[in-house]
């Protein structure tokens, strides 16, 4: 008997395969990811603002010796100079005490309170703003060319000396700048806060603007103690007031010429000009986001921003 012949019902096959594919899809989908809480979603670590860049720029000194440099006494000694490290100088909470605690250094504090990196007027009037005497520019052509009649001339044209200054001034003038290695540079943003402008392209060194006066001081320093490295640091985040009194974006608040970030980023490249350091203690530390959490008002940093910047400082340093 003749067996007979399997034949393919193709009709069938093919109703099975889209059975099997509906199936596999049906299964795909219902199966793709699945719902997480939101503690977990808080738990996933995400880097803060990924598309800020940071301008943070460390070297070391270039200088080379020229058979003037002191030799080596095995110790760190770290001068700071600014407006930001002038608050609570006697705290172990003081980012430059902080600093010392962390590295073992022998850190002065010099700081002024109320002072600018840049200079108010052209050249130096003691009966218009004796303050000017202890900006940057001007400060460090006292220490630099020992010209201390300077800040006399400013004592004798202030209603009263804080006892502060004095010291930071005395401290300058005894101090062995053969044993300095690192001056920390560090201005809040009072400069931007004033209305003094940023820059001059048609002068870099004009002591009115603050890259200006940086530039102008900076170049004093390295005249006299070319030894010595510097290390810039940024402004942190400082927010613009508005005429009602609430704090709002410096970004969209100008007081001079330019808003507040614009100061940062001039600074940087100012620096690199200089061949020093810069530390960006703006988007690289205390940026708009998280300023809140950092300050105290609009200007002064808490506990938290004075551990951050005493952090910032180290990083330098290694």
Known sequence: MEKKKFRLNMPLVIFFVIIVLLIVLVRKFTSYGRYITQAEID?????????MQNYDNIIALRTEDDGTFPEDDGLTTVLFLGNLFAEDKDSPNNPCNLFAKATGATVYNCA?????????????????????????????????????????????????????????????????????????IMYDGSDYLDGRNVTNAENPMDIQTFTGAMAAGISFIQEHYPWIRIVVMSPTYAFGVAEDGSYIS?????????????????????????????????????????????????????????????????????
């Open 112 to 184: 002024i309170e109320g002072s600018y990196m840049s200079s108010l007027n052209p050249y130096f009037q003691e009966t218009a703003y004796p303050m000017d005497a202890f900006c940057f520019y001007w400060l460090t052509n006292i220490f630099t060319g020992n010209n201390y009649q300077i800040a006399d001339l400013a004592y004798e044209n202030m209603e009263e000396i804080p006892e502060e200054l004095q010291k930071s001034i005395d401290t300058l003038k005894n101090l062995n700048f053969r044993t300095v290695d690192v001056i920390y």
């Open 250 to 318: 410096s970004d969209s608040k100008i007081y001079g010429d330019r808003k507040l970030s614009a100061y940062v980023i001039e600074q940087s490249y100012t620096a690199g000009t200089m061949d020093v350091s810069f530390v960006d203690c703006f988007y690289g530390g205390i940026h708009e986001d998280i300023a809140s959490d950092y300050l105290t008002d609009n200007l002064h940093l808490n506990q938290a921003g004075r551990q951050l910047v005493a952090d910032r400082m180290q990083d330098a340093l290694k």
């Open 43 to 51: 738990a996933i670590p995400v880097p803060e603002n990924a598309e």
